[in-house]
């Protein structure tokens, strides 16, 4: 009897465990399905997607990256800057946090902090930047 209980006992704690790792790990058709809406040009909706995945896991840098591409798009630059600080600092060679994030900067006006941001970002190959501003002469 004794070792019944302590098999189920110990079924229940690891199930338990199972269970609050799949709670905490965003499941990939919640990433799919923000991505889905950001393309359709959802903000709001994708917003809402990206926002569950970070609050599951507060370290998702491609959530944390997007709700700092949709906030800047709405032009939130507050709430973008909070985003892409973090996305940053999760990563501190993505070159996209950065882009955006001097970005934000460029649009306050604030151009000696838009420069700094893009240290380290070859801007003459930069996908986002070619992408957003194609007849840019950086040479």
Aim: glycine residues 2%; hydrophobic residues 40%.
């Amino acid at each position: 009897m004794k070792s019944a209980t302590t098999s189920i006992t110990f079924a229940v704690a690891v199930a338990c465990c199972f269970a609050v790792h799949a709670i905490s790990q965003p499941k990939e058709p919640e990433m799919e399905s923000a991505d889905r809406l950001f393309q359709a040009g959802k903000f709001d909706a994708a917003g809402k997607h990206y926002s569950k995945i970070v609050a599951q896991n507060p370290k998702d840098h491609s959530a944390i990256l997007q709700l700092g591409r949709i906030a800047l798009l709405s032009n939130r630059l507050d709430e973008a800057q909070k985003w892409l600080e973090k996305a940053k600092t999760l990563q501190p060679d993505d070159t996209d946090a950065k882009v955006m994030l001097a970005e934000v900067f460029y649009r306050r006006d604030d151009f000696q902090k838009a420069a700094a941001s893009l240290n380290g970002v070859d801007v003459s190959n930069n996908k986002l930047i070619i992408s957003q501003y194609p007849t840019l002469n950086v040479a």
